[in-house]
């Protein structure tokens, strides 16, 4: 079994780069054209319900979630269907996407309106007909997050942001900390919950005194300041972080009586509650050594990399070498600067030739150091000599399976070997093996 150790006290101390903390929220012009792939959540892909030469407006569904998990997808502009096309996803999959070229008049759809809501099944469908998945980058349908199998009686809001450059989600506490409190009173309210804790990590005092000033006197909410360590924002080492509750081994959070809902999701409830508009925009950090303007950006979900970087600006002088979607520890590369903002994106990284190089991996020197920084008490070093073998026993034996693949243990590895990558592989063979 894995260590019983306080996980909040694992894990590494990375960088402080928090520099467009400061920035407001920018709000970028529209683009030329919009890209949906249908894909944009963990579980089933959507099915276009738009064709060819179709109008839409901003707020139309194009894209309905079938039954299951999964979660429908809206329109971020108002114009004409260009095209349903192939998209590849960023694990090399493939899935129908609609593309959208845009009329430049943002023309809302009448249809969206505030919903009626009087009860907790009334509720969790508005939630569901928002398009609302985990904001923190998961992409974890929301409304399957409120239909909890198990009682639960506390909800906790993300707000950690552990991740260096990522400051999305302290703009939404300081912007829009109006609908994160009315979106935290509605869960509570619908969902019968008696708890509310919102964790913050203490490298964002702004976040931290606005939020207590707001909690005040509002019965069963709290604010709590978190120890700056990555990966705090993770669920299980937020929970016991914030509730000293364990998520049992391969369990969900409900089977430790909480719900976890990313800062910026439940301020989208807020606002969904409020005004109708499912989610048709993200607000994305822009960071990196390769751009000239680092920005907090508010985009029309769809709209190219490209025109997001166009937008901040690129150094002329640097060479581009890298661009990060999502936070540098856990984003993924992106191979085609074409696609999309996804709605589950809160970051475009982009560095240069220099700062993206990769180090030259050395010999593994058995110091220990990956152990003692892995979260969940993993031996990344038994797991790697398991995998060279092919033992999938073994692997299950070593809790491959509780791996979150947070980067902590390639991040203190003095021989810079890619540690991660092999946790990743490893993680996917035991997975494989264990579904023969």
Known sequence: MFKKLKRAALGARVPHEKGTAAMATEKMPVPAKVIFPMVQHIGKPCVPVVKKGDTVQVGT???????GISASIYSSVSGTVQALDTYRISNGMS???????TDGQQTPDPSCKAPEVADRESFVKAVADSGLV????AGFPTWVKLSPGTPVDTLLI????????????TRELLENSDTVMSGIRAVMKYLELKTCIIGIERNKP???DKMETLVKGVEGVSVKALPSRYPQGAEKILIESLTGREVPQGGLPAQAGVIVL??????????YLADGMPLVTRRVTVDGDAVKNPKNVEVPIGTPIQDVLDFCGLKEDVQLGKVIMGGPMMGVA???????ILRQNNGILAFSAQKAQLPQAQACIRCGRCIEACPMGLSPVEIAGAFKKGDAQQLGKLNIDLCML?????YVCPAKRPVTQTMRLAKDFAMKEARK
Do not use: H
Request: net charge negative; hydrophobic share 35%; charged share 15%.
């Open 406 to 410: 947070c980067g902590s243990c390639s």
């Open 134 to 137: 985990g904001l923190g980058g």
């Open 262 to 271: 990313n800062a910026a999701t439940v301020s989208g409830i807020g606002r």
């Open 95 to 101: 899935c129908p996407a609609v593309v959208i070229e």
């Open 334 to 340: 992106v191979a085609d600067l074409s696609g999309p």
């Open 158 to 169: 993300n707000a950690a942001e552990c991740e260096p450059y990522l400051t999305s989600d």
């Open 206 to 208: 702004e976040c931290i």
């Open 61 to 67: 569904l194009v894209g309905k979630a079938p039954e």
